[in-house]
């Protein structure tokens, strides 16, 4: 069965630090997708990234960059230099096919605190 | 562009009372729809999801229940309200078409109280 951790409930750090977010997931799947979302107090969910299962390679996009690998079933996200409006609940999750379709699970969520 | 709605924004509700919460995706077609619910300081768990009109999957066994009566529409309700229902429900949807495990576009939820 799938499943996503997401070991660190909460985290706080001064404004500027760097600040990495842990994700490990399980599944038997050979494809699967990977993804970040962060909720910012407003409660509404918005995407960040998407990965497949064959594509490793690492992502940098601004201040955001995320590690996929395999070999230790983690997807981590790191925010560099961090601002305020970094302040939200960021979650991982983890899509694999099944009968019908493709079923998405949510980590428990990383609740980051910046502070200025 | 795509965009999805969910009304209303807050509601409180005594307990045994009716729930129906809607949500319309606008700028695509055939979308695959799901409803969550978060309960505060927690993750997200699936109740609903429908692949099309009429089509409804369920997850986890409880008094709500969930309709697609038109291809971007979608409805949760509820019969009579139990305190546990008290959260924050979100609605999503994903592309239909290929192989899927597409991102999901989350419309920006319901927060219900149940009292």
């Known amino acids: 069965a799938q499943k996503v951790t997401q070991a660190q409930t909460e985290i706080s750090v001064v404004e500027k630090e760097d600040v990495t977010l842990d994700c490990v997931y399980e599944?038997?799947?050979?494809?699967?997708?990977l993804f970040w979302y962060k909720q910012p107090p407003s409660g509404e969910l918005v995407f960040l990234i998407r990965?497949?299962?064959?594509?490793?390679q690492n992502e940098i996009s601004g201040r955001y960059s995320w590690n996929f690998q395999k070999s230790t079933s983690s997807f981590n996200f790191t925010i560099t230099a961090s601002q305020v409006v970094d302040s939200a609940v960021y979650f991982c999750?983890?899509?694999?096919?099944?009968?019908?379709?493709?079923?998405?699970?949510f980590g428990a969520g990383t609740r980051l605190f910046v502070k200025a | 562009s795509q965009t999805i709605h969910q009304w209303p924004a807050t509601l409180v509700q005594p307990v045994g009372s009716p729930l129906s919460l809607e949500c319309t995706v606008e700028?695509?077609?055939?979308?695959?729809l799901y409803w969550y619910r978060q309960a505060a300081g927690r993750g997200l768990q699936l109740l609903f999801y429908?692949?099309?009109?009429?089509?409804i999957s369920s997850e986890v066994p409880q008094n709500l229940s969930a309709s697609r009566p038109q291809d971007r529409q979608f409805i949760l309700s509820s019969k009579k309200l139990l305190l546990s229902d008290s959260g924050f429900y979100l609605c999503?949807?994903?592309?239909?078409?290929?192989?899927?495990?597409?991102?999901?576009?989350f419309g920006p939820g319901t927060r219900l109280t149940v009292t």
């Open positions: 999503a949807w994903t592309k239909g078409v290929g192989r899927g495990g597409y991102e999901q576009y």
């Open positions: 599944t038997r799947d050979t494809t699967y997708y």
């Open positions: 990965r497949n299962s064959f594509d490793e």
């Open positions: 999750a983890l899509s694999e096919l099944y009968t019908g379709g493709f079923k998405t699970i």
């Open positions: 700028g695509t077609s055939n979308p695959n």
């Open positions: 429908s692949v099309g009109i009429g089509q």
